[in-house]
């Protein structure tokens, strides 16, 4: 691939991201809205709006192998714009439920959120296996680095944009939003070039993930720090009677993008293991901080260090999945990779806080410090594996 080439794959790579990001928007839109919406409108508990909020990881981490198996079968821009398509559906039947009665309007919803999960899937596996297509295995970290700013930079703009769409103009035209942005981005990527699918014999799904589970179990145990984060860092503050709570999320957003941007060529470069080595100890400290905090600017510092750390173990763990895959089944070793990261980030929160009424919020980040910990066992553990295994021949 010459210099001008490889220039192009990455002028196509960025339109990717740039459609992935407003097309995303129809994911992180909703989230602050929906809570509200069942209770008020159906008149239904936190519990069953908590449930519409989180069944649409359930069906992303269930359909992470078929959206695997379209990109290594029919190529990732297929597998991407599926999803696409999939997103588009799911608002249109989400804004459909608004007209029913309560309890069949909250199924249908649930309906519509359980295909926005599919369409997540197959988004995001597309886009990744695609991407790597586009710029080739070398460059596998950085794709995936540019994805998380991509889907993390909607996450940001996402949530107030929602509520304030749904505030002005309500949950109808919030629905219609997150139809019509998908639509966009499939029409934005349709010029762009495919990447071919790669011929060979495929394995099944369940041994691909035999195969990848300790690089997936590093990043599953870093993803426990990220989600509880996210879960209790206003509730933390507002317990310990600390100011700026709404820092808390800045900090760590504002680290893991800064780090993203800085450091998102490192894997390619120097190795995903040395990379993920250095972020799950930053992870850790973080997460460690935030637990003994004694003070609301300890606790903002211990928000940073966890998204500095957090940021870049999912790309450089990912590097490592590229090298030991056969290329012809790299979509689908993504596809059971992230499946660890969404097991995480499903489970963590939900668990952790049956703790909280006894142990107080600052449990969590003990527990979160201890998976990175873990995390960075696994990681020094296979590393020293590979390296007898490597010796061995010439023993």
């Not at 809205?33 to 359930?58: K, P, R």
Request: positive net charge; contains cysteine; glycine residues 16%.
């Amino acid at each position: 691939m010459t210099q001008s080439d490889k220039n192009d794959a990455q002028l196509d790579v960025i339109k990717l991201i740039l459609a992935l990001t407003l097309s995303y928007l129809a994911v992180a839109m909703p989230l602050p809205v929906l809570s509200g919406y069942t209770h008020q409108h159906l008149g239904l508990g936190a519990d069953l709006g908590g449930l519409a909020v989180g069944i649409a990881f359930l069906s992303t981490l269930l359909t992470r192998g078929p959206a695997g198996d379209l990109a290594d079968g029919r190529g990732g821009k297929k597998s991407m714009q599926w999803g696409l398509i999939i997103y588009c559906v799911a608002g249109l039947i989400c804004m459909l439920s608004h007209w029913l009665s309560p309890l069949l309007s909250y199924g249908v919803l649930l309906l519509g959120r359980l295909l926005l999960g599919v369409g997540e899937s197959f988004t995001i596996v597309g886009m990744v296996s695609w991407g790597i297509g586009l710029m080739g295995p070398a460059r596998s970290g950085r794709v995936m680095a540019w994805l998380g700013m991509g889907m993390y930079g909607a996450f940001a703009l996402g949530g107030p944009v929602g509520l304030w769409i749904y505030q002005k103009w309500g949950f109808i035209a919030l629905m219609a939003v997150c139809a019509l942005l998908p639509l966009i981005g499939w029409f934005a990527i349709r010029p762009l070039p495919s990447s071919k699918p790669i011929p060979g014999k495929r394995e099944p799904f369940f041994k691909v993930v035999k195969s990848i589970w300790a690089l997936g179990a590093v990043v599953g145990l870093q993803g426990v720090g990220f989600a509880l984060l996210g879960a209790f860092i206003t509730q933390y503050f507002d317990s310990q009677h600390w100011a700026h709570a709404g820092w808390g999320l800045t900090c760590f957003g504002g680290g893991f993008v800064l780090v993203r941007i800085l450091c998102g060529h490192l894997p390619d470069k120097i190795g995903g293991g040395k990379v993920a080595f250095g972020a799950l100890i930053v992870e850790a400290v973080g997460q460690y901080l935030l637990w003994g905090a004694g003070n609301s600017y300890m606790a903002l510092l211990g928000a940073l260090l966890t998204g500095m750390g957090c940021s870049m173990v999912y790309p450089a763990m990912g590097v490592e999945v590229v090298k030991m895959i056969n290329p012809q089944q790299r979509g689908t070793a993504l596809g059971a990779f992230s499946a660890f990261q969404d097991l995480a980030y499903g489970v963590s929160a939900p668990l952790c806080g049956l703790l909280v009424g006894s142990q107080g919020f600052g449990i969590v980040y003990l527990i979160g410090g201890i998976a990175a910990s873990l995390a960075l066992v696994l990681l020094i553990k296979g590393r020293v594996t590979e390296q007898q295994q490597a010796q061995a021949p010439s023993q």
